[in-house]
């Protein structure tokens, strides 16, 4: 409402404040989202390393609960941060299954997937679980290499996206420089003005488009 209004006094048409108004809705809750992705990206890469200590923990006779706190203390946020919410849980008296499925529905992934529901069988069924944990990292990885190979093969389509979104705003900047007066329509009429809107709009729209439809499913 503030970056709305603001632009409105400034520029004097309702149709930058509501353009004011959409950017100040919208960028907030994608940085809080692109932030939300980084961290669970993180959270993924260190996925691999945590499993490699569990399975240590494992062979050195820990317990479940033992080997699980291990990670809380020797690793890095945010996998720490969130094996130890696991644990403050199963303090609090949730069941540890249920407290694993909980840490799965945080950090929803194939891989998650894969590590709780081995924890839950292995836990279920017995067994060794130091084999398992062994099987499921080396599965892991192949899958890290099969996702690694897609993103590659589809940086081509997402390198496009981003130019034809660029390619516009640099035209649009190289004719200003050659001749300022193109720009006068817009500039000045308020029919111009709105047009200016609805091009910066459709703008925004279309290169989102080219990046949902061309970025990796991973």
């Known amino acids: 409402v503030v970056l709305g209004g603001v632009l409105w006094l400034l520029l004097g048409h309702w149709a930058f404040g509501g353009v004011g108004f959409g950017c100040g809705f919208l960028v907030p809750r994608l940085m809080l989202a692109h932030l939300k992705r980084e961290r669970h ?22 317990s479940t609960m033992q080997s699980l706190k291990v990670i809380t203390e020797e690793m890095e946020s945010p996998i720490s941060q969130e094996f130890g919410l696991l644990l403050k849980e199963t303090r609090m008296g949730v069941n540890l299954d249920e407290a694993l499925v ?28 130091t084999a398992v944990f062994s099987k499921l990292v080396e599965t892991i990885r192949e899958r890290r290499k099969i996702k690694e190979k897609i993103k590659t093969l589809t940086f081509m389509a997402r390198l496009q996206a981003m130019i ?5 705003f640099a035209f649009s900047y190289m004719s200003y420089q050659i001749d300022p007066t193109y720009f006068n329509f817009f500039i000045r009429d308020p029919t111009g003005k709105l047009l200016l809107v ?3 709009l459709l703008q925004l729209i279309g290169a989102f488009l080219f990046m949902r ?4 499913p991973f």
């Open 198 to 200: 609805v091009v910066f």
């Open 102 to 129: 909980h840490l799965k529905q945080r950090m929803p992934s194939d891989d998650m997937t894969l590590f709780v529901s081995t924890v839950l069988v292995a836990r279920e069924t017995g067994g060794d679980i």
């Open 164 to 168: 034809m979104a660029c390619l516009p």
């Open 41 to 62: 990206r993180k959270f993924q890469n260190q996925l691999v390393e945590g499993l490699l200590l569990l399975s240590s923990c494992f062979k050195a006779g820990l």
């Open 213 to 216: 439809f061309s970025r990796s």
